[in-house]
């Protein structure tokens, strides 16, 4: 029984191409926490509300060292925007004027996977951790989408997260996907993320840390 749930992982390593690195796409709520720096509701909850807009991201790593696991480097680049009513600066509540929130984050990351589970024994289940280093670049628009301010701030991040290998439920298929496009694996991918946005402690900075980890989902290609 063995040697047959060992045999399809054997047949997938002979035919498989060299893995050089891996590309992802994860969508998740994200929530920036701007109103800590306040007593009671601060302005962001007053311009834009108590929800969690989606924060999209997509990234590309290189494999630096193959063994038991991969350890990766790469770059992810992410899109957020909220909107909301701006208030008056003198007081007397919400403006009619629209007001829009953007944010792209850049991060430099490092990522190891634990894939020797699937490739060598054919578990589907891959866990991963990886950290990062961010620069959450912001930009406030007012009426008629005019830029009123912009700035960024930098800080790290750090999580982990499990990935379904797809590749076990059709392994034909994964086969020719490979031989074709040079796509390894194909999987996808629960993300818990815990940001901290603040320029790593400066009293001067917008506080973009979540007050909460983030949860994302999404796929990912190895190739």
């Known amino acids: 029984a063995l040697a047959l749930l060992l045999a399809p992982a054997a047949a997938r390593a002979q035919a498989a191409s060299p893995i050089f690195g891996s590309f992802e796409l994860r969508v998740g709520g994200y929530r920036p926490n701007i109103d800590s720096a306040f007593s009671g509701v601060g302005p962001y909850q007053s311009i834009f509300g108590t ?114 290998v797809l590749d076990f439920f059709d392994p034909g298929s994964a086969r020719d996907m490979d031989q074709d496009v040079g796509i390894n694996h194909v999987m996808v991918v629960a993300d818990l993320t815990r940001p901290t946005i603040r320029d790593f402690g400066s009293a001067k900075s917008w506080n973009l840390s979540p007050s909460a980890p983030i949860w994302s989902f999404g796929l990912l290609f190895v190739f």
């Open 51 to 164: 929800g969690a807009p989606l924060m999209f991201r997509g990234g590309v790593s290189g494999a630096v060292w193959r063994g038991f696991g991969t350890l990766e480097l790469g770059a992810q680049l992410g899109y957020w925007n909220a909107s909301g009513h701006g208030l008056y600066v003198t007081g007397g509540g919400v403006s009619p004027e629209p007001t829009t929130l953007r944010i792209i984050p850049i991060s430099a990351v490092v990522t190891y996977r634990l894939d020797v589970l699937f490739e060598r024994w054919n578990i589907p289940i891959v866990p991963y951790g990886r950290a990062s280093l961010d620069m959450y670049n912001w930009t406030v628009t007012g009426s008629g989408g005019v830029t009123s301010q912009t700035g960024a701030t930098s800080g790290y991040s750090y999580g982990g997260g499990l990935a379904l």
